[in-house]
């Protein structure tokens, strides 16, 4: 089995750089306790098993003090725009395919991540789209080299299709689940 890993991209998990949209709905202490809550449990769910690396790409320059768990290897995000930070963390790792997620999917498992992992082994590219039309997750397999993040309207309904738009005819490319992230009060999972 090809060398995985698994990135994901998190902020230091403290009030006022969290979840800002989410923060104005229920307010800045209880969006940073959901925050702080998703991510612990995600960490921990994904970390679990042995079928990947673990690194954690976080921002801001203060995170690399935040007391990241164990398997978890961490690093500092690039600078740029989401785009540049995706590309610059996808090929950050080149051993084997590489799959990267938000720190805001509540209902992620390992299984979600090993469909991914197994989606790259037949394409270019995998993505896990979201109901908002964005996505959850990106992966490349260790032989893509292109940039499909350049012309992509992030944070709004279309910036799935954007980055789709993005890849040169005849790229494969897989998906993955649906999921939900949360941006929104509206998105939280119902108690």
């Known amino acids: 089995m090809a060398h995985r890993t698994l990135i994901i991209f998190a ?3 403290r009030q006022g750089l969290v979840k800002s949209r989410l923060a104005r ?15 612990a449990a995600t960490l921990r769910r994904l970390g679990l098993t042995k079928r990947w690396e673990c690194r954690i790409i976080a921002a801001p320059h203060h995170a690399a003090a935040w007391p990241w768990p164990k398997p978890w290897r961490f690093s500092h995000q690039a600078r740029g725009d989401l785009g540049q930070r995706m ?21 992620i ?21 979201s109901a908002d039309g964005g996505y959850w997750l990106v992966g490349f397999s260790p032989l893509y080299r ?10 709004t309904e279309w910036a799935l299709e954007d980055t789709l738009a ?7 490319i897989g998906f993955a ?12 999972p119902a108690a």
Do not use: C
């Open 11 to 13: 902020k230091t998990p």
């Open 25 to 39: 709905d229920i307010g800045a202490g209880a969006a940073t306790r959901w925050y702080r809550q998703n991510l």
């Open 87 to 107: 590309l610059k963390a996808l090929r950050s790792a080149t051993k084997g395919p590489t799959v990267l997620i938000g720190s805001d999917i509540p209902g």
């Open 109 to 129: 498992e390992p299984q979600h991540i090993a469909a991914a992992f197994s989606a790259l082994e037949r394409n270019d590219a995998v993505f896990g789209p």
């Open 146 to 155: 292109g940039n499909p993040f350049t012309d992509v309207r992030w944070s």
């Open 166 to 172: 993005g890849f040169r005819p005849g790229t494969m």
């Open 177 to 188: 689940a649906e999921m939900r992230d949360v941006d929104e009060a509206s998105d939280l």
